[in-house]
Nanobody, 123 residues
Framework: VQLQAYGGGLVQAGGFLRLSCAAS????????MGWFRQAPEKEREFVAA????????YYADSVKGRFSISRDNAKNTVYLQMNSLKPEDTAVYYC?????????????????WGQGTLVTVSS
């Protein structure tokens, strides 16, 4: 599976962005998908994840209520809608895929990674 994330950019605090992650391959619907982010001089952290069926979603406490993850298996794409953005959301955002199974919040448990897209939130 190859992943390509896009949709990042510069936005003012309180604004919104929608990230997309396009996946190649015909078995996308069998992959558990996640979004992670890494801010400058910080470790990568889990942001959100969605079950292969799209029925279950999971969020880090820091983004709960502001971010929403979804997927369209027909388009091989996963989305991250980010609302009420804060300067502390500034980071490179990565999408990742893990075959089958359930919730994964550790990056080491994911099999494939996209190249990342930069989100910058100005105050």
């Amino acid at each position: 599976v190859q992943l390509q994330a896009y949709g990042g950019g510069l936005v003012q605090a309180g604004g919104f962005l929608r990230l997309s992650c396009a996946a190649s391959g015909r078995t996308f619907s069998r992959y558990f998908m996640g979004w992670f982010r890494q801010a400058p001089e910080k470790e990568r952290e889990f942001v959100a994840a969605v079950h292969w069926s799209g029925d279950s979603t999971y969020y880090a406490d820091s983004v709960k209520g502001r971010f929403s993850i979804s997927r369209d298996n027909a388009k091989n794409t996963v989305y991250l809608q980010m609302n009420s953005l804060k300067p502390e959301d500034t980071a490179v955002y990565y999408c990742a895929a893990a075959y089958g199974g359930g919730l994964r919040t550790f990056g080491k448990d994911y099999d494939y990674w996209g190249q990342g897209t930069l989100v910058t939130v100005s105050s």
